[in-house]
């Protein structure tokens, strides 16, 4: 049974760019959270989607954005890239929007230059 | 707003101490508080979950304690290992409803030295 995957495992942007970033959450599983961990730091939650709507977000600019897809893989979408957006973005999943347990994949390294 | 601190930022012991890692929060409506466990550029690893109801939860070698009123939590690693050598976070759970947002510590980063 796969865990939480996660692609790419790295990424170098440059400033201004966009950048996409996938998520598929363990089998059996219908809730995405989305982290953004710099480095040093505790993650940050940026967004959680449930049925493919946005159920809740943390304190992110609207550069940030994401999608779930029908069958419950997501998206999470930086636009006007910063430097301060470099980070480890990690994404967990859970069944249901009360579940305790969360599991986490590997996160994407990106470095924005 | 809550805040999630965890001291030290980094501990190095040798083989076989028992040693505490600790975490503060301070608000304490809190629905529950976990410990992970993180290697280096890799995911969170959860090691143990206790409900705001609990004083306590244990697992193997890790016991880890919760004082709502006070707004603190440890993990205690008994008989350290050098395979336990990785960054420890805290975090807090807010209410029944904010099932994904989790607000975290800094982190505490262990090296058990053989």
């Known amino acids: ?17 966009q950048v996409t970033l996938r998520c598929s959450p363990k089998s059996g599983h219908d809730t995405v959270s989305w982290y953004q961990q710099a480095l040093g730091q505790g993650p940050q939650f940026i967004f959680q989607y449930y049925e493919e709507e946005e159920r809740q977000r943390g304190n992110f600019p609207d550069r940030f954005s994401g999608h779930q897809f029908p069958n419950y893989s997501s998206e ?28 986490f994949g590997p996160g994407t390294r990106l470095t924005v230059l | 707003k809550q805040e999630v601190t965890q001291i030290p930022a980094a501990l190095s012991v040798p083989e076989g101490e028992n040693l ?5 929060f301070t608000d304490s409506a809190i629905y529950n508080l976990q410990w992970f466990r993180q290697d ?3 995911g969170l690893t959860s090691l143990l979950l206790i409900q705001s109801s609990q004083r306590e939860q244990t697992s193997g070698r890790l016991n ?7 707004g603190r939590s440890t993990l205690y690693i008994a008989a350290s290992q050098p395979g336990d050598s990785a960054t420890y976070l805290c975090a807090v759970r807010r209410s029944s409803s904010n099932t994904g947002k989790l607000i975290f510590g800094q982190g505490t980063t262990l090296q058990v030295k053989p």
């Open chain 1, 1 to 17: 049974d796969a865990g939480v995957t996660q692609s790419p495992t790295h990424l170098i942007k440059t400033r201004g760019q």
């Open chain 2, 20 to 24: 505490v890692l600790n975490c503060s």
């Open chain 1, 76 to 103: 999470l979408n930086v636009n006007a890239l910063l430097l301060g957006d470099s980070a480890l973005y990690l994404c967990a999943s859970s069944y249901g929007l009360v579940s305790d347990t969360q599991y």
């Open chain 2, 40 to 42: 280096p550029g890799k």
């Open chain 2, 64 to 70: 880890a304690s919760l004082d709502k009123s006070s």
